[in-house]
């Protein structure tokens, strides 16, 4: 086996990924129109029990990230996932991995976090919500900057 590659999480990346995909091809097939009157009442009925479906991380451990301060445990999930994530979505992905903390409801002490890590630089929030990391939006200037005069 090659150094430096966990195949066992690889597989279970792709099998997670075929089992949303599998999902996803039967959602489609269930929103084809069969003849039955009552088609939109299915598809309502799937998207309410996927709404209530939590959301896998599969690249998280347990302890992925234990004894993290939020900020550090944020950009590290950011990082991990190498895209934008609701605060929802970074509060769900930090409890299961093993974020330390003592909050009664994580969610209100992430959706803060991230703002005062905005006011930083360090995360932007995006259009639909979502948070990346500052880095992933940094624009490179086209024009050198003009030296100050002496």
């Not at 999902?23 to 097939?29: E, G, H, L, S």
């Not at 996927?50 to 939020?70: A, G, W, Y």
């Not at 990391?133 to 050198?144: H, I, N």
């Amino acid at each position: 086996m090659s150094e430096g590659i966990d195949y066992e999480a690889l597989l279970a990346a792709m099998e997670e990924e075929r089992a949303n995909l599998d999902k996803m091809i039967a959602w489609v097939k269930w929103k084809i129109p069969k003849g039955d009157t009552n088609g939109s009442a299915k598809i309502e009925q799937m998207i309410a029990q996927r709404s209530t479906e939590p959301i896998r991380f599969p690249r998280l451990k347990q302890d992925t990230f234990f004894k993290m301060s939020f900020p550090q445990a944020i950009k590290e999930c950011l990082n991990l996932m190498k895209r934008p994530l609701s605060a929802r979505d970074i509060t769900n992905a930090l409890q299961e991995g093993g974020l330390t903390h003592k909050a009664k409801d994580l969610y209100q002490t992430v959706f803060p976090t991230l703002q005062r890590m905005k006011e930083k630089g360090e995360v932007d929030k995006l259009a639909n919500g979502e948070w990346g990391l500052a880095e992933w939006y940094e624009r490179k200037s086209s024009q050198p900057q003009a030296e100050e005069d002496k």
